[in-house]
């Protein structure tokens, strides 16, 4: 098991700082899903990495000054409308389209949301709650769009014993 | 949440910027709660959020090292610690914290600045070539450590980094030193001292320093 988790340490190292991993992206993170260690240690290596990163920041001192016009900036820029503490607040209510146009709308965002997140593999598998989390459709066209996408042959889901989807993969 | 910044405890005056940094945190209006200057802010006085966004400048930056995807690009990072900032000012201008009743300034700041990083990382640089997005559903989102947790481990981790440092050798210190200022592998290599080493070389070096601040830290 050492041998095995010493083959991804310096994958590990390359990962953090955005170099060449040296092996397959998935290999690695197939890897960390099953060894807590590993992951432990990206966690800290991650961590050592933003603080070298955060101290060699600030300590040139332009970091200062672009705070200040950073600062300066914002503080220019037209002020929101005031709201009274505790007075409701109103939100912008969304146009409800017809549903065959909702359905299908929903459909188009899944899609686009899935396959940029598997990167076109269609062999990984994205979290219905990531979908639901990253579509604007939360509600009932989901499942109705997850099912216009599997009609299409657009997209495949797993369902756990329950009957309830769990993962999506997208063509 | 911004461990090791070495920024924890501002809320109480105590700060690790270090330097003449300190002797201005220490001022009296520094000494006042995060909510206090909230409240300041309403009540009119114009530079409370100035020292309240000044407080959490670092500790931002870290956040978005740590969390974000970008590692090197400190332009970006910029550019997106202006968008929490501006987004926290829009918020606070319309009222919608509360400092009586929706718990601490910190934790609602945090959630801000998670909320605009991670549609950093999902929607702005992702991509069909981009390998990041598949891992981060992998590592858990932290908890919002009270100030005093952040600064004891951030003392502890700068002591132990101080530690490394000074059994590394010159050679491993200057790359080290590249690293932190963003260089990547490639840039090294353009540097005198590293241009006869390999790619896969400074990998390794990396890995070695890596493997040896891990046995410091245990």
Known sequence: MKNKCEKYGMAITNYVLGEDLRMPAEELFAHLRVCQKCRDELVDWRETYAVMRTEAYYKKPKAQKKFQELLEKIKNLPAPTLRQAGQPVTRPTRTVLDASSEINSAAKDIYKFGKGYTGGNPEIKVPIPVIRKKTYYKGYPFYEAMGTLVRDKKANYTKDKDNQPTHASFK | ?218
């Open chain 2, 1 to 218: 949440m911004c461990i090791g910044t070495g920024l924890g405890g501002h809320a109480k005056g105590r700060s690790a910027y270090g330097g003449e940094l300190n002797k201005r945190q220490l001022m009296p209006d520094d000494l006042r709660s995060d909510e206090d200057l909230i409240l300041a802010d309403r009540a009119g006085e114009t530079n409370a959020l100035d020292i309240l966004f000044r407080r959490y400048d670092k500790q931002t930056h870290f956040y978005l090292l740590n969390e974000s995807l970008i590692k090197k690009d400190d332009a970006f990072l910029e550019d997106i610690k202006q968008e929490i900032f501006l987004k926290v000012l829009t918020k606070l201008r319309a009222g919608a914290f509360k400092p009586a009743g929706d718990g601490s300034f910190r934790a609602w700041f945090y959630t801000i600045a998670q909320n605009i990083c991670q549609n950093y990382n999902y929607w702005r640089i992702r991509g069909p070539k981009n390998i990041y997005g598949l891992a981060l559903d992998l590592i858990p989102a932290k908890s919002v450590l009270s100030p005093q947790e952040e600064e004891e481990k951030a003392a502890e981790i700068k002591a132990k980094l101080s530690q490394v440092l000074a059994e590394l050798s010159p050679e491993e210190t200057a790359l080290m030193q590249m690293l932190g200022d963003g260089m990547t592998y490639k840039q090294i290599q353009g540097h005198p001292e590293f241009a006869k080493h390999s790619i896969d070389y400074l990998g390794l070096k990396v890995y070695n320093i890596r493997k040896k601040i891990r046995r410091i830290k245990r």
